[in-house]
């Protein structure tokens, strides 16, 4: 593809699926209020109390110690997800019970190995990936979208954990991935070996620790969107991923957006929306 046409191309793809999108949006959200007033009119029949209609029509589950969004899914197209550093393990057990009850996907982000067995002895359908320290399951598998992928760039060995993170967060929310390790500016010609692939991508997530210049080389090399996410790996002068940030955020590469420190399921999940915008799926 020449790159006038492949400009033509990145135009449409972020600009022209927006309007596709939005009336998606529109008629999805009518197809709520259709749901509502169904259950209004069983209601008004006698044929649903109004306890039974309460539930149904409730936005969120009362655990107490928790509010559990059940309707996050019809508003941003993925159930909740649980962030499960500082939980106990009965906190995260009865908050995955819950969202499993609605048959929704789940993912489950900073689990230790310890916390992870304990839940996977009463909940062995779970899946554990130790490098991304992620625990998921998925209500039901969804045919994969062969048309686009998000590439996973990772600049050392030692950012691996934050990488990982980032793309099973990428996969159990649809999208396809394409993992590129070990491409750091230490041996730059590790990366331009993949650039043509790279280039392909819908979005990229650049994980980078260090002076964290990755993403900026990477922004130089592609027309799609690039997310770069810090990492805490350095030597004491990285002050544990500020370096990398503050690099980051002056990067004179055009294209490039900056999520926190180690946060690799924030640039994951900012690359999923821009990949279902780019293949035009429905929420």
């Not at 449409?12 to 959200?29: A, E, S």
């Not at 730059?188 to 043509?196: F, G, K, V």
């Not at 900026?216 to 004491?236: D, E, F, M, Q, R």
Request: with cysteine.
């Amino acid at each position: 593809m020449v790159p006038e046409q492949k400009h033509s191309r990145t135009i449409q793809m972020y600009f022209g699926l927006f309007w596709v999108n939005k009336h998606k949006r529109l008629k999805k959200f009518e197809r709520v209020g259709h749901h509502m007033e169904e259950i209004l009119k069983e209601v008004q029949n006698g044929t649903l109390s109004i306890d039974n209609a309460k539930k149904r029509l409730a936005t969120y589950e009362d655990l107490g110690f928790a509010k559990v969004d059940h309707h996050r899914k019809k508003r941003q197209g993925f159930p909740e997800v649980i962030y499960g550093e500082g939980k106990t393990i009965e906190q995260i057990t009865a908050i995955l019970r819950a969202i499993k009850a609605k048959q929704n996907d789940v993912l489950i982000t900073r689990v230790s190995q310890d916390k992870a067995e304990v839940i996977l002895e009463s909940h062995p359908e779970l899946t554990y990936h130790d490098i991304a320290q992620i625990l998921s399951w998925k209500a039901k598998e969804k045919k994969e979208n062969k048309e686009g992928f998000i590439a996973i760039i990772c600049a050392g060995t030692s950012d691996l954990r934050i990488a990982e993170e980032a793309a099973i967060t990428a996969e159990v929310l649809g999208s396809n991935v394409r993992r590129f390790y070990d491409v750091g500016v230490a041996g730059i010609h590790r990366l331009l070996d993949q650039a043509q692939m790279i280039q392909e991508a819908t979005a990229s997530v650049v994980v980078a620790g260090m002076e964290g210049a990755l993403p900026s080389v990477v922004g130089g090399l592609v027309s799609h969107p690039v997310i770069a996410v810090p990492t805490s790996v350095g030597y004491g002068a990285n002050f544990q991923g500020l370096s990398a940030l503050l690099t980051m955020l002056n990067s004179c590469a055009s294209g490039i957006s900056v999520v926190n420190i180690d946060n690799g399921f924030g640039g994951a999940y900012n690359a999923v929306l821009i990949d279902r915008l780019a293949q035009g799926k429905e929420k």
